[in-house]
Antibody
Framework: EVQLVESGGGLVQPGGSLRLSCAAS????????MNWVRQAPGKGLEWVSYISSSGSTIYYADSVKGRFTISRDNAKNSLYLQMNSLRAEDTAVYYC???????????????WGQGTLVTVSS | AIRMTQSPSSFSASTGDRVTITCRASQGISSYLAWYQQKPGKAPKLLIY???TLQSGVPSRFSGSGSGTDFTLTISCLQSEDFATYYC??????????FGGGTKVEIK
């Protein structure tokens, strides 16, 4: 059974940092590109970041570029999001999401984690 | 960036109704469009990809159509479990993805 389990969310002050993790199981993690998607309270979905299966190619939404860093450890079946210089507008539930097929063939998401809430407030 | 605009943003409907949700892209995206359903407190669920292909396990009352810039999600006979928020997502510019703003389907 495919599982994605996020952790690391919490309350942080503006300007602070937080590192999210996503533990993957039930599939060959190293074959799949992975993404982070977030959802502010009562708002819609916003794509945040992408990382290729090897970790060599990375993209970010303009809203987080220069502040967030995506990474992965294929040996640990884990995805990460390092978030620095956090702002109130980064407050959201953060989901890790897996594409339906490996190797970039199907960039729509058939598995999502349960999400982890990040609250940026003083 | 490609912008995705959904309409309406919300509406009320009754069980048994046929409902249609529209998604418009700011530029042509061929058929690189997916639809998701999200219920409160839950992660989104994939319904349709490639604009009209039903994800495995999704009831056949859901259907999608369109290509280029204009797309629709139709629920042929609304069931109680279908009251939720629906999102479109373009993947034409993958890895740079964008979602529509969402359409909330409420009980009349």
């Amino acid at each position: 059974e495919v599982q994605l389990v996020e952790s690391g969310g919490g309350l942080v002050q503006p300007g602070g940092s937080l590192r999210l993790s996503c533990a993957a199981s039930g599939f060959t993690f190293s074959s799949y590109e992975m993404n982070w998607v977030r959802q502010a309270p009562g708002k819609g979905l916003e794509w945040v970041s992408y990382i290729s299966s090897s970790g060599s190619t990375i993209y970010y939404a303009d809203s987080v570029k220069g502040r967030f860093t995506i990474s992965r450890d294929n040996a640990k079946n884990s995805l990460y999001l390092q978030m620095n210089s956090l702002r109130a507008e980064d407050t959201a539930v953060y989901y890790c999401a897996r594409p339906a097929q490996p190797y970039g063939d199907s960039p729509y998401f058939d598995y999502w984690g349960q999400g982890t809430l990040v609250t940026v407030s003083s | 960036a490609i912008r995705m605009t959904q309409s309406p943003s919300s509406f009320s409907a009754s069980t048994g109704d046929r409902v249609t949700i529209t998604c418009r892209a700011s530029q042509g995206i061929s058929s690189y469009l997916a639809w998701y359903q999200q219920k409160p407190g839950k992660a989104p669920k994939l319904l349709i990809y490639a604009a009209s292909t039903l994800q495995s396990g999704v009831p056949s009352r859901f259907s999608g159509s369109g290509s280029g810039t204009d797309f629709t999600l139709t629920i042929s006979c609304l069931q109680s479990e279908d009251f939720a928020t629906y999102y479109c997502q373009q993947y034409y510019s993958y890895p740079l993805l964008t979602f529509g703003g969402g359409t909330k389907v409420e009980i009349k």
